[in-house]
């Protein structure tokens, strides 16, 4: 299944990211957690959430759970302070940004993409603003 987002495509079959259809580079780790906040959108996890997730039965710091999220934001060319994609829910942990809370499947949109646009082909789904 891929997710579409942007200019962005989260292809969960390849386990890869493409940016208009060319690969960006993802530590595996980074590519589990995206993976996990698109399969449970609109919901914000917690961080002992991703833990359990990600590192099971294993001890993770805050810093290092930060610098996983750090990555994936430079992959997406995020801004912290100005999410699109992945937002910070202080004290919690971490969700979607607004433009990523819903979903659906369907044939390709027509038209330019957007950089808060979402697209969908049959049998993949999409963020959508």
């Known amino acids: 299944m891929s ?3 942007g200019e962005f495509e989260l292809d969960q079959e390849r386990r890869q990211l493409l ?3 060319e690969p960006v ?3 595996p780790k980074a590519y589990e957690l995206l ?3 698109v399969e449970r959108r609109p919901r914000a996890l917690s961080r002992a959430q991703i833990r359990d997730a990600i590192w099971p039965q ?3 710091s805050e810093s290092t759970l930060a610098v996983v999220v750090n990555g994936i934001r430079q992959a997406l060319d995020d801004d912290a302070r100005h999410p699109r994609f992945i937002r910070t ?3 919690f942990g971490y969700a979607p940004s607004r433009a990523g ?3 659906h499947t369907g044939e390709r949109l027509v038209g330019p993409a957007t ?3 979402w697209h969908a082909t049959p049998g993949r789904q999409s963020w959508r603003r």
């Open 3 to 5: 997710f579409w987002f």
């Open 19 to 21: 940016r208009s259809g």
């Open 25 to 27: 580079a993802l530590e």
């Open 35 to 37: 993976s996990l906040l």
């Open 58 to 60: 294993t001890f993770v």
């Open 89 to 91: 829910v202080h004290g």
């Open 101 to 103: 809370q819903s979903c």
């Open 115 to 117: 950089p808060a646009g």
